[in-house]
């Protein structure tokens, strides 16, 4: 395992972001990636999370991850094992009643609560099946699990910098992250 999560943002279609950031993480071509989805809840390939198909030169894709906010688009590449990545606007979860919406933990802002635990369900592949009230993540990973999907056995919660939004990412991975790679693209 190469033990590196690669994430970029861009006011840009996300595919197109996704698509060159996956071509980056594997050193080919932009041409040599194919993206589809798989829908967790139906099976559609025509909907649902973003993947990287195999190829006769990428026989090994990297798991991936989008958001979108407003115009802004983050992806997430890694060959740890599953991603997910979500981004909001500072106070977009600042609303009465943020609580029965979300488990919060005192003295985290909401909206790094919210985007932790979307990054989480992104991760998980469950979408909002999985009860965001029914599970609480800090910096060291998952803190409270009162769900009956599954518990993952490692979460590994990334607080990304990007400038005026919030952005959590969630590997699920027993390995260690050696390196994180941001950047932002003009």
Known sequence: ??????????????HDLLRSEVARFHGVSRDRVVLGHACGRCGSDEHGRPLVLPTASLREPAAVSLARAGAMSVVAVTDLGPIGVDVEPPGAADFPGFPTVAAHLPGTDPTRTWVRTEALVKALGTGLVLDPRHVRLDETGVVRWESDQPRPPHARVLDVDVPRHVVSVVVLTGHDVVAVEVRGLD
Do not use: K, P, Q
Request: proline fraction near 0%; charged fraction near 15%.
């Open 1 to 14: 395992m190469s033990g590196r999560v690669l994430v970029a943002y861009a006011e840009v279609a996300a």
